[in-house]
């Protein structure tokens, strides 16, 4: 039973209609929160309410405009800090930031990290999130990081379109970083695994290589964790098709996608992008968003109420 005593949702202006459904989901109505600007483009908020003492979920990912949607949910950590909240929750279905999370090249800086520091420092206690790009950015923090996984309902959307026994189905990564995710999905659908060795050009283009593992006349799934251009699945579907793939679909968690990415899409030889509503995705042409408003939901519930969120994590268990 869902309980919400003590607890205040607030939503950013980043992604309304998720934060709206998982106020459905828990019951719970958003708190009132002014967000405006000022005319030079400085935001501006004010809680209306009293959360003195309370428990306070702030949901805003921070997809783009990355720094205007970072800089407005620190400031919002900042506005209920000063009104004295018992513990303040950032909610980060998107975390922006998170491909910088290493020094691979000289002279550049590890962002993942400063933003870390920087929810630290405005006065988070808990962050809660899903599929960062690198799972030890979890690392870059000294709160709790509650890591949540779209793969339970992405893989429960793949099972619907093929079956739950997946004997056709190839499980392909679009490039070797991403061995060890798609891995995971073959593993729970008991399907192949293949990869696809890339070459990237810039970073909007990417020249795929070749394929390793046999997709000669099977459906495949392209995985990964998020898309922002779509160059790297588009390049990685030619290659398939051309190795004699049938049905190639994409499973992301996170679609950032403009309008590059959506007229790559359209006009590459994927069928469906499979995705969340991690950002403010809406269903157009190929991509189809599934929503985890009842997943976050049920994870601030868990954490509102010191339960464990694990069981979040089994694919098998029934749909929350």
């Known amino acids: 039973m869902i309980s919400n005593f003590g607890m205040k949702l607030f939503s950013g202006t980043a992604h309304h209609a998720l934060a709206s459904d998982i106020a459905d989901y828990l019951k719970c109505p958003l708190a009132d929160v002014s967000v405006t600007a000022f005319p030079d483009g400085e935001t501006f ?11 306070v979920y702030i949901i805003q990912p921070t997809c783009p405009p990355t720094n205007h949607n970072l800089m407005e949910l620190m400031i ?34 590890i962002t993942a990290k400063l933003v870390a520091d920087l929810l630290s420092a ?13 799972a030890q950015i979890q690392g870059f923090f000294n709160i709790p990081v509650d890591h949540l996984y779209g793969k339970p309902i992405i893989i429960r959307a793949i099972r619907e379109r093929f079956g739950d026994q997946c004997e056709n189905l190839t499980v392909v990564s679009p490039d070797v970083g991403g061995v060890k995710m798609a891995r995971a999905y073959s593993d729970a659908l008991g399907a192949r695994l293949a990869i696809v060795a890339k070459h990237r050009v ?12 046999d ?25 398939l098709k051309a190795q004699g793939a049938n049905r190639i679909f994409a499973a992301v968690t996170h679609a950032v996608i403009g309008d590059l990415g959506h007229k790559r899409i359209e006009e590459s030889a994927i069928e469906e992008v499979i995705t969340t509503d991690s950002t403010p995705v809406t269903k157009r042409g190929k991509v189809n968003p599934i929503s985890i408003a009842d997943i976050f939901g049920e994870a601030i519930d868990r954490i509102h109420n010191e339960k464990s969120v694990t069981s979040l994590f089994d694919i098998d268990a029934p749909s929350v």
Do not use: W
Request: with cysteine.
């Open 122 to 134: 405005a006065g988070v206690d808990r962050v809660v999130t899903m599929d960062l790009h690198a």
């Open 215 to 239: 997709v000669n006349g099977r459906d495949v799934v392209l995985v990964d964790d998020m898309t922002e251009t779509a160059g790297t699945l588009c390049a990685a579907a030619e290659i």
């Open 202 to 213: 810039s970073a909007t283009e990417v020249e795929a290589m070749q394929v390793i593992g």
């Open 45 to 55: 908020v004010k809680i209306n309410e009293n959360i003195r003492g309370e428990d």
């Open 76 to 109: 919002m950590v900042d506005a209920a800090k000063r009104a004295s909240a018992g513990r303040i929750n950032a909610v980060i279905p998107f975390f922006g930031y998170a491909r910088q999370d290493r020094k691979d090249q000289p002279r550049v800086p």
